[in-house]
């Protein structure tokens, strides 16, 4: 299947520090997503990008589709504990009937 | 209004038993999808159903595993003669029609197989 490259695997920062998380595919995507899940919880969709070079923002989230359309990060700014989770991204192209997920970035803030 | 809701929550079972586990996606929402999490991994894509159309299965790990949706609605994934290695939490997503929708997912069941 599709290989997603998630990094980093875990991040520990202080409270009010800004994060950053990429992610990287061996094909070209058409739609990059970032989810957030939390324990017992299934994954919650933060943001969706359907388009190259597209930078979207929802909140203190900001996220954006790499031009070569095999890349995507995600920027948290200011973080607050309540941020704590694991957060994933995910990609498919056209043709597909699933999503490609990453293996995830466990992020821990300290207060 | 309502999520999507699976059941049982959780399930412990020995190895060579079957199990099923249920999923109760969003009302209206056509699209359906079962993944699997394994402790540490992203998602891994089982199975897809699409109103009427005959389901995607291209992502399920063996003839043990098949899942069905009854009525457009209700779907369960069934695991026949469990082994360890299945063990996992298993996830349902539903959306309104497309992919490209957004998906919205249950809780999970968390498996474990002793």
């Known amino acids: 299947g599709q290989q997603l490259n998630q990094s980093p695997q875990s991040m520990f920062i202080q409270e009010g520090e800004d994060v950053s998380m990429n992610c990287t595919s061996s094909?070209?995507?058409?739609?990059w997503l970032w989810y957030k899940q939390e324990p017992g919880e299934g994954p919650v969709l933060l943001i969706a990008?359907?388009?190259?070079?597209e930078l979207t923002s929802n909140g203190r989230l900001t996220a954006q589709f790499g031009i070569t359309r095999k890349d995507s990060f995600l920027n948290i700014s200011a973080s607050i504990p309540s941020d704590v989770g694991i957060y994933f991204c995910?990609?498919?192209?056209?043709?597909?009937?699933?999503?490609?997920f990453g293996t995830g970035t466990r992020l821990t803030v300290i207060p | 209004g309502a999520g999507v809701s699976q059941s049982p929550s959780n399930k412990v079972t020995e190895k060579g038993k079957d199990v099923e586990l249920r999923c109760d996606p969003i009302?209206?929402?056509?699209?359906l999808y079962w993944y699997r999490q394994s402790l540490g991994q992203g998602l891994e894509f089982l199975i897809y159903f699409q109103g009427n159309s005959a389901p995607d299965k291209s992502g399920l790990p063996s003839d043990r595993f098949s899942a069905e949706r009854t009525g457009g609605s209700v779907s369960t994934l069934t695991i026949q003669r469990t082994q360890q290695e299945d063990s996992a939490v298993y996830l349902c997503?539903?959306?309104?029609?497309?992919?490209?929708?957004?998906?919205?997912f249950g809780p999970g069941t968390r498996l474990t197989v002793l």
């Open positions: 094909s070209i995507f058409n739609t």
């Open positions: 009302s209206g929402h056509t699209a």
């Open positions: 995910a990609g498919t192209y056209s043709g597909a009937n699933n999503l490609f």
């Open positions: 997503a539903s959306s309104l029609s497309r992919l490209s929708d957004t998906q919205y």
């Open positions: 990008l359907y388009k190259a070079g």
